[in-house]
């Protein structure tokens, strides 16, 4: 038995037991863990393509694998949590949005694989963990401190539909790894860093979920303002 091939295989297991049990627990009415094991399996993500190069066992097995779990954990988990926090408010179109969100975490998923040999130095479209986040720490965020959603009329179904048509979008976000990516322009820093600064300070009474939460929306409005940057400067 090749334990070293093991590790990978339990943190990528790991990635879908937490999507798993996100669900289970927002079907049970505790949202609070239901966004806390979306969190768990980010991690358990990042883990599984760290300890397969460290052991040099990563295989095209092991990519569908993750794909798969991704697609549980950070496309179906969210969408479920979303619809019984805020979503199924909306009726009708809240179910439309909460499955356009996974469907454009299924599509993001697919087009990575098709294009990991293709696209280097950025990645097509917000990652699909990215996005699971925003809706999963939003949803800790507000229910942390007690604000209703439904205070903002139709922004939250909005928001949502756009971070999904994100992850479908040919939006470049950089991946942080090494050359072939993108400029970095300075307006997008500035902006990100009100941005994050602003967020904090509007959830400084929960200030742990309130920094996830300004991790990943910051992360999500930079590769817009950055790609339209790289459009203005090519045009």
Same mark, same amino acid.
């Given at each position: 038995? @090749?334990?070293?091939?093991?590790?990978?295989?339990?943190?990528?297991?790991? @990635?879908?037991?937490?999507?798993?049990?996100?669900?289970?627990?927002? =079907?049970?009415?505790?949202?609070?863990?239901?966004?806390?094991?979306?969190? =768990?399996? !980010?991690?358990?993500?990042?883990?599984? %393509?760290?300890?397969?190069?460290?052991?040099?066992?990563?295989? &095209? !097995?092991?990519? &569908?694998?993750?794909? !798969?779990?991704?697609? %549980?954990?950070?496309?179906?988990?969210?969408?479920?949590?979303?619809?019984?926090?805020?979503?199924?408010?909306? %009726? =009708?179109? #809240?179910?439309?949005?909460?499955? =356009?969100?996974?469907?454009?975490?299924?599509?993001?998923?697919?087009?990575?694989?098709?294009?990991?040999?293709?696209?280097?130095?950025?990645?097509?479209?917000?990652?699909?963990?990215?996005?699971? @986040?925003?809706?999963?720490?939003?949803?800790? !965020?507000?229910?942390?401190? %007690?604000?209703?959603?439904?205070?903002?009329?139709?922004?939250?179904?909005?928001?949502?539909?756009?971070?999904?048509?994100?992850?479908?979008?040919?939006?470049?976000?950089?991946d942080f790894k090494g050359k072939g990516g993108d400029p970095l322009y300075l307006l997008p820093k500035i902006l990100a860093v009100v941005m994050f +600064?602003g967020i904090l300070w509007l959830g400084k009474d929960a200030l742990l979920p309130a920094l996830a939460v300004a991790v990943f929306s910051t992360y999500? +409005?930079? #590769?817009?303002? @950055?790609?339209?940057?790289?459009?203005?400067?090519?045009?």
């Open positions: 038995m @090749n334990y070293r091939r093991i590790i990978p295989d339990i943190c990528t297991s790991m @990635n879908l037991v937490f999507g798993m049990c996100s669900i289970i627990s927002t =079907f049970s009415g505790d949202l609070i863990w239901g966004s806390l094991f979306i969190l =768990f399996a !980010l991690v358990a993500d990042g883990l599984d %393509g760290r300890t397969a190069r460290f052991f040099g066992v990563a295989s &095209e !097995l092991g990519k &569908e694998m993750d794909s !798969l779990c991704d697609l %549980g954990s950070f496309g179906v988990a969210p969408a479920v949590l979303a619809w019984a926090f805020c979503l199924h408010n909306y %009726g =009708f179109a #809240g179910m439309l949005v909460a499955i =356009f969100f996974a469907i454009c975490g299924m599509w993001r998923l697919a087009r990575f694989n098709v294009n990991a040999s293709v696209v280097h130095g950025y990645f097509m479209g917000l990652a699909i963990p990215a996005g699971g @986040n925003i809706v999963a720490m939003t949803t800790l !965020l507000f229910t942390t401190l %007690g604000v209703n959603p439904m205070t903002f009329g139709i922004a939250y179904p909005i928001i949502m539909a756009v971070v999904a048509y994100l992850m479908a979008s040919h939006v470049h976000y950089p +600064v999500a +409005v930079f #590769g817009i303002i @950055n790609s339209l940057c790289i459009l203005v400067k090519r045009g």
